[in-house]
């Protein structure tokens, strides 16, 4: 910690938490966690470079290898899982659980992806659910589409407003909206 004027931080492992100066009840556990910090405050980073270049960030949550890695001003976000949110620059209130889920993402907000690589090419879309490995991998800025099942909408790149319910269901869609599949 490079300790100015904050307080009530906890910082374990080589250089976590490095460049904190007025952002105050940070934990960062785990090899430069949280590293770049300097006011966000009440983060959770726990994992190698996990929460890495986040600066102003606020509320975050990140357990995992690199997990939230490239968030510098966005908050309120949940990032569990190796490399989950690991693109995630400014966009705020997203939630990412398993490995590699909303990956890509850089600015898209209120998404939640739980699952292996579950909206792992999404970038800039919002307001995407996807729940089951794969579902919705290969969207990258289709909003409001929900997702649910193993390999959900594997084709959907910009698709909106579709609801996809089950195994390998809305298997061919790439950018119809307003569907429903089950």
Avoid: C
Avoid at 42 to 70: D, K, Q
């Amino acid at each position: 910690l490079n300790n100015d004027t904050s307080s009530g931080n906890v910082a374990i492992g080589w250089r976590s938490g490095y460049t904190t100066t007025t952002g105050g009840s940070n934990v960062a556990v785990g090899d430069r966690a949280l590293y770049l910090n300097t006011s966000g405050n009440t983060n959770v980073a726990t994992g190698f470079m996990s929460l890495y270049n986040n600066t102003t960030g606020s509320e975050n949550t990140s357990i995992g290898r690199s997990s939230l890695y490239n968030n510098t001003t966005a908050s309120q976000n949940t990032a569990v899982g190796g490399y989950a949110l690991n693109a995630n620059t400014t966009a705020s209130q997203n939630t990412a659980v398993g490995y590699e889920s909303l990956k890509e993402n850089t600015t898209g907000q209120r998404n939640t992806a739980v699952g292996w690589n579950a909206l792992l090419k999404n970038t800039t879309s919002q307001g995407n659910t996807a729940v089951g490995a794969y579902a919705g991998d290969s969207n990258t800025t289709g909003a409001s589409n929900t997702f649910i099942g193993y390999d959900t909408a594997p084709a959907n790149t910009t698709g909106a407003n579709n609801t996809s319910l089950g195994a390998g269901s809305l298997h061919e869609n790439t950018s119809g909206y307003d569907n429903t599949a089950i």
